[in-house]
């Protein structure tokens, strides 16, 4: 498995863990809010230093355009794939991005309303539709997005396959997930449900069936996946996945 981090392709946009420009929209002030709440850190059982990564990767926010560190990261690891050295407004204005026949599973956090510009973009609702089986011709698109909704997704391998299936030869995958880095996966069968969203906002598309830790990476290759590397921004907090069929 390969590590790509920015800092080696692009330094002036991170240094360690403090951001020097968003990689949507070139922003250069971020702040940080804290977004789990205390019945969900006991639900997943979190540390102090799991919480802080956590929050990190959710609630550091760019304060020009709102993005957080995941679709911050996401928009990285999209613009690395076709070897763009700027921003994700800009990017979607070039031949590149407008030529690509894009499948976004769910709106892709921040990703959305850029993507959603291009003119071959087709934008799936999660979980009106049905991950586990993509109503889809097979080799059809050149890029699947999708950002933190694997973990919802009662067969998550069965969601990669069809991730798969549908990108044409060398076509790449780019997704992120919670992840816990300092412990292994586990599924939450026989465990209280447990929801994202906010404490007050739980509909039942956003329950959690799947905790994501350090070996996330077994479920594509389960699927089927043979080329996988990672994306980040110079921290834990911050990973993005591509396969590339």
Not at 119 to 132: E, H, S, W
Request: net charge negative; aromatic share 8%.
């Amino acid at each position: 498995m390969t590590v790509l981090s920015n800092t080696a392709r692009n330094p002036n946009l991170v240094q360690a863990e403090t951001l020097q420009a968003c990689t949507i929209c070139g922003g250069r002030t971020f702040a940080q809010q804290e977004v789990l709440w205390p019945d969900l850190i006991r639900a997943w059982d979190l540390n102090p230093e799991e919480t802080r990564l956590i929050n990190r990767q959710q609630g550091y926010l760019c304060q020009t355009c709102g993005a957080n560190l995941r679709s911050m990261t996401l928009a990285g690891a999209l613009m690395e794939c076709f070897d763009w050295y700027g921003t994700l407004d800009v990017f979607i204005t070039s031949p590149q991005a407008r030529q690509a026949r894009f499948l976004e599973i769910n709106p892709a956090g921040s990703l959305h309303q850029y993507l959603k510009r291009l003119p071959q973009c087709q934008c799936l609702a999660f979980p009106q539709t049905d991950m586990q089986a993509l109503d889809l011709p097979d080799d059809g698109v050149d890029y699947v997005v999708h950002s933190d909704t694997l973990e919802h997704v009662p067969d998550p391998v069965q969601g990669l396959r069809e991730c798969r299936r549908v990108l044409r030869p060398n076509g790449c995958l780019l997704f992120t997930i919670p992840i816990v880095p300092t412990r292994l996966t586990r599924r939450r069968d026989g465990l209280a449900p447990c929801s994202h969203g906010s404490a007050q906002d739980q509909p039942e598309d956003y329950r959690v069936i799947t905790e994501y830790g350090a070996d996330f990476y077994l479920e594509l290759i389960q699927a089927g996946w043979k080329k996988i590397s990672l994306y980040s921004l110079g921290t834990v907090a911050s990973l993005a996945v591509i396969g590339i069929k």
